[in-house]
């Protein structure tokens, strides 16, 4: 396993790999990597074979951070992501730095008038308006760009995305299709641990009570499926039953129950099986997301 620090250097193998006709499968991540992150490189790699390379990124992206958000606080920790890389088999880890990803950035503000600095965004403009959207308006417009570039030092021929942020991934592929990636994005199950909390690199931040209750997000999941088995029901009574579930757990203060579209993301006022679920709901300071299709 090789690890690459560098623009530059990770530009140069993506080339010399296509120009060799080796598949490319990458995985990006922020680090702290846990087991739904392994799946998705195990995901990458049965794309690509064994002939094929693996790249992982480790890259906390602050431009997808609101300055009211973790970023300084988001856990870190090189070393023991390197050690689950090299044991699954990755073959390239890439490792930039804020300098080497966005040369000359302060922030937005001082970038106005400021030829020297970084000011090139990759906006999506419709599937990223509600949900994660309204809640972390900047958050969108960070991801974008960042996995623009990615994708542009990397060269993948796949990418794999993990489908708990599933609104997430919604945008990356209509991005990808709108501005002709060739790269054929996958969007992998949603790892859980054994009690149903989808796994996710800011639980560390849940202490002991927090982390018991954490999992009223998935049971919130199960109700609203149970609820839709046998017929449609209006959003806005589901949502206020589920509020009710959800905020009947003492350290959970709700942010948004969303039932929408899978394909189109906009809410619907009927749900029925086959309409998709999501919700953010805080422990402490912690927010947690979630989703499923019912």
């Known amino acids: 396993m090789r690890i690459v620090p560098k623009v530059a250097a990770m530009q140069k193998l993506a080339r010399r790999w296509k120009r060799a006709g080796v598949k490319i ?9 846990h087991a739904g992150h392994l799946s998705l490189v195990r995901e990458a790699r049965q794309r690509v074979g064994k002939k094929g390379v693996v790249v992982v990124s480790i890259y906390v992206n602050p431009t997808q951070f609101a300055p009211t958000e973790d970023l300084a606080q988001y856990p870190r920790d090189l070393k023991r992501d390197l050690k ?36 090139t965004y990759v906006v999506e403009e419709n599937l990223g308006r509600g949900m994660e959207g309204a809640a972390r308006p900047v ?49 992998a199950p949603t790892h859980r641990e054994p009690d149903g909390l989808a796994m996710s690199s800011r639980n560390k931040y849940l202490d002991v009570e927090q982390r018991a209750q954490a999992v009223i997000l998935f049971h919130a999941l199960q109700a609203a499926k149970n609820a839709v088995v046998k017929k449609s029901l209006s959003a806005a009574k589901l949502k206020e039953d589920l509020r009710r579930f959800i905020t009947a757990a003492p350290l959970a203060r709700l942010d948004y129950i969303e039932f929408f579209d899978p394909e189109t993301l906009l809410p619907v006022a009927q749900v029925k099986r086959g309409a998709h679920m999501a919700l953010a709901v805080y422990f402490g300071k912690t927010r947690l997301i979630d989703n499923a299709q019912l």
């Open 84 to 119: 689950m890389c090299h044991a699954v088999g990755v073959d390239i880890v890439f490792t930039p730095s804020d300098t080497e990803m966005y040369p000359g950035r302060q922030n937005r503000k001082s970038e106005i008038g400021n030829r020297k600095s970084f000011s």
């Open 25 to 33: 499968g990458f995985v990006p991540t922020m680090g702290y990597l």
């Open 139 to 187: 958050h969108f417009c960070g991801v974008t760009t960042v996995v623009a570039k990615l994708f542009n030092l990397v060269l993948p021929d796949v990418s794999v995305f993990g489908q708990k942020d599933f609104q997430q991934a919604a945008i990356i592929k209509r991005m990808v299709s709108d501005l002709n990636f060739p790269v054929q994005i996958i969007v």
